[in-house]
T-cell receptor, first 108, second 116 residues
Framework: DAKTTQPTSMDCAEGRAANLPCNHS???????VYWYRQIHSQGPQYIIH???NNETNEMASLIITEDRKSSTLILPHATLRDTAVYYC?????????FGKGTRLHILP | DTGVSQNPRHKITKRGQNVTFRCDPI?????LYWYRQTLGQGPEFLTY????????KSRLLSDRFSAERPKGSFSTLEIQRTEQGDSAMYLC??????????????FGSGTQLSVL
């Protein structure tokens, strides 16, 4: 079973930052936090992952709380192409278990 | 295109027939995964391989499902005696493990199975 809790859906205005929350209160010390997204009719796409420290790449930033029980994915300047289902996943790497994710709608 | 390739993209079959899907991973990736996804749900893990060894299979996976990766390169997923409940998108992914985490799974576009 998925170890994370995410809102079912969210809206964000185009050009604004999209902040997607994720709760993972039972995360263990060796488990990473991964984010993937899935655009309609495509396979999931890796976005970013982290263990303890905040991470940033060309797609997004990942903020992990100090107790590691929650995290936030930040898309700094959302565009219409960011409309997708975003999955927050916790795991040790042997397999990635997906939950239902957050459906993010970017509004023009 | 050097991404994960899945064939066919679409498959329509009659209940009771056998079907086989193929996945060609990214060439240097030694891990290969199969997932199944139904409408409105996240992808469900089915099984994964490291090279030719099948390391884990979901307990939810029926005995009608079998996967192989004979030479550690491409993989096939066979479903025998298909049922209407098998209708889903079947996704393949590959990765190159690194340290503690797999970091990145690269997914194909999937095979959409419809069982009539």
């Amino acid at each position: 079973d998925a170890k994370t809790t995410q809102p079912t859906s969210m809206d964000c205005a185009e050009g604004r930052a999209a902040n997607l929350p994720c709760n993972h209160s039972t995360i263990s010390g060796n488990e990473y936090v991964y984010w993937y997204r899935q655009i309609h009719s495509q396979g999931p796409q890796y976005i970013i992952h982290g263990l303890k420290n905040n991470e940033t790449n060309e797609m997004a930033s990942l903020i992990i709380t100090e107790d590691r029980k929650s995290s936030t994915l930040i898309l700094p300047h959302a565009t219409l192409r960011d409309t997708a289902v975003y999955y927050c996943i916790v795991g040790e790497g042997d397999k990635i278990i997906f939950g239902k994710g957050t459906r993010l709608h970017i509004l023009p | 295109d050097t991404g994960v390739s899945q064939n066919p993209r679409h498959k329509i079959t009659k209940r009771g027939q056998n079907v086989t899907f193929r996945c060609d991973p990214i060439s240097e990736h030694n891990r290969l995964y199969w997932y199944r996804q139904t409408l409105g749900q996240g992808p469900e893990f089915l099984t994964y391989f490291q090279n030719e060894a099948q390391l884990e299979k979901s307990r939810l996976l029926s005995d009608r499902f079998s996967a192989e990766r004979p030479k550690g390169s491409f993989s096939t997923l066979e479903i025998q005696r298909t049922e209407q409940g098998d209708s889903a998108m079947y996704l393949c992914a590959s990765s190159e493990p690194s340290g503690w985490s797999n970091e990145k799974l690269f997914f194909g576009s999937g095979t959409q199975l419809s069982v009539l």
